[in-house]
């Protein structure tokens, strides 16, 4: 089992960046897919990026391709999610969620068994 603990939202203008940091509790996070999720208010929860156990691999939803970032350091049991050309419409609470994986270096967008508390990002226009 592993609990995550996000940090680093808070309130930016359009064109800025910041980063998002999850840490997670455990000696087995280097087992764990991880994911960044996004709800926006009155919306359902949507994936963001994904990355596989090693971080050899990536996936991200098509509204911030080319815009984050999802990377992790193992030796830190932390995962980050680096947003940059902040646009109004990404303003909402940025969940982490975890996945044990066996046996796969895949990133999966759904099956994620463990979540964090969210944390607020907002962009203003």
């Known amino acids: 089992q592993v609990q995550l603990v996000e940090s680093g939202g808070g309130l930016v203008q359009a064109g800025g960046s910041l980063r998002l940091s999850c840490a997670a509790s455990?000696?087995?996070?280097?087992?764990?897919?991880m994911g960044w999720f996004r709800q926006a208010p009155g919306k359902g929860r949507e994936f963001a990026a994904t990355i596989s156990s090693s971080g050899g691999n990536a996936d991200y939803a098509d509204s911030v391709k080319d815009r984050f970032i999802i990377y992790r350091d193992n030796a830190k049991n932390t995962v980050y999610l680096q947003m940059n050309s902040l646009k109004p419409e990404d303003t909402a609470v940025y969940y982490c969620?975890?996945?044990?994986?066996?046996?796969?270096?895949?990133?999966?967008?759904?099956?994620?068994?463990?979540w964090g508390q969210g944390t607020q990002v907002t962009v203003s226009s």
């Open positions: 455990g000696r087995t996070f280097s087992r764990y897919a």
């Open positions: 969620a975890g996945r044990r994986v066996y046996y796969s270096d895949s990133a999966p967008i759904s099956g994620y068994d463990y």
